[in-house]
């Protein structure tokens, strides 16, 4: 069973500034994956980028990264210069050896111009 | 990128009707599917995990009588709301994932409104 955990409701960031967005997991699966996902107010859910669990590298794809700090169980991203088009809610994601997916509540990404 | 697309978008139907929501890998064959659901400002709910050819798991707490889902190839699963109430009112949303790869991809979603 898998637990995510994001404490930040929401966010304020501004535009070009780098923010970072808190994850915590606790996971009782030896294997697991660590994902991020953006919600734009249209709904769709995007994906922005995955840490392994044996991946030894912080995962980074473009502008997002991902903080990975497996012994204080944190997967948090990093977004920087941020963009105004960034603005939407942030899913945390954790999955296992079954694949299935378990979110945390999220965080409402706001950047000011 | 893997695209999956739902049909449809959106639906409106009276209580105790029938909705069937389609989830449709484009571009790859999708060894699994999973469909969530979820309500204004909440997270997503995993429903149930589909695998082709074979029935449905679904999670705690979630109707399989009233939630029939079909996974009938590698490209196409359906979710069907039988009897639909208006607490059934939610976004709809599929995701698949293909052989070994980790990352799910998701749907555009399907808003369901229940009169």
């Known amino acids: 069973a898998q637990k995510i955990t994001q404490t930040q409701p929401g966010m304020f960031v501004q535009e070009k500034e780098a923010v970072t967005l808190d994850c915590t997991y606790d996971t009782s699966d030896q294997s697991y994956g660590l994902f991020w996902y953006k919600q734009p107010s249209s709904g769709e859910m995007i994906f922005l980028i995955y840490?392994?669990?044996?991946?030894?590298q912080n995962a980074t794809e473009g502008r997002y990264s991902l903080n990975f700090q497996k012994a204080r169980k944190s997967a948090n991203l990093v977004i920087s210069a941020s963009q105004l088009g960034d603005s939407a809610m942030y899913f945390c994601?954790?999955?296992?050896?079954?694949?299935?997916?378990?979110f945390g509540k999220g965080t409402l990404l706001t950047v000011n111009p | 990128g893997a695209v999956v697309s739902q049909h449809p978008s959106w639906v409106i139907c009276k209580s105790g009707t029938s909705v069937k929501i389609e989830c449709r890998s484009l571009d790859f064959q999708a060894t699994t599917m999973f469909w969530y659901r979820q309500f204004p400002k909440q997270s997503l709910m995993l429903m149930a995990t589909s695998n082709e050819g074979s029935k449905a798991t679904y999670e705690q707490g979630v109707e399989k009588d009233k939630f029939l889902i079909n996974h009938a190839s590698l490209t196409l699963s359906t979710l069907t709301v039988t009897s639909a109430h208006p607490e059934d009112s939610s976004f709809y949303i599929c995701s698949a994932r293909e052989g070994l790869h980790n990352e799910q991809f998701f749907g555009p979603g399907t808003r369901l409104t229940v009169l």
């Open positions: 994601a954790g999955g296992g050896s079954n694949y299935k997916l378990t």
């Open positions: 840490q392994g669990s044996y991946d030894e």
